[in-house]
């Protein structure tokens, strides 16, 4: 327990980023008319691939006008 405790200085603020991102990358999924490819498996990407989903959003899923 103790060692949970000594590493939870380290792993919140990267939890915390993390969450911060999905949510960026979700609200960005919902005001975007378009994507590349659908929106659904740009959401369970964003979702349930941690950090990487919502970058892979960010660099490929958005369509730039």
Known sequence: ???????LP???PIIF???LL???AL???????????PKAMWAVIVIFIG???PI?????????Y
Do not use: Y
């Not at 327990?1 to 590493?7: D, K, Q, S, T, V």
């Not at 609200?27 to 490819?37: C, D, M, P, R, Y």
């Not at 892979?56 to 730039?64: K, N, T």
């Open 1 to 7: 327990m103790e060692e949970i405790l000594n590493a």
């Open 10 to 12: 380290i792993v919140a």
């Open 17 to 19: 980023i993390q969450f």
């Open 22 to 24: 999905m949510i960026i």
């Open 27 to 37: 609200i960005s999924l919902i005001k975007a008319e378009k994507t590349n490819g």
């Open 51 to 53: 950090f990487i989903g």
């Open 56 to 64: 892979l959003f960010f660099i490929i899923g958005r369509r730039q």
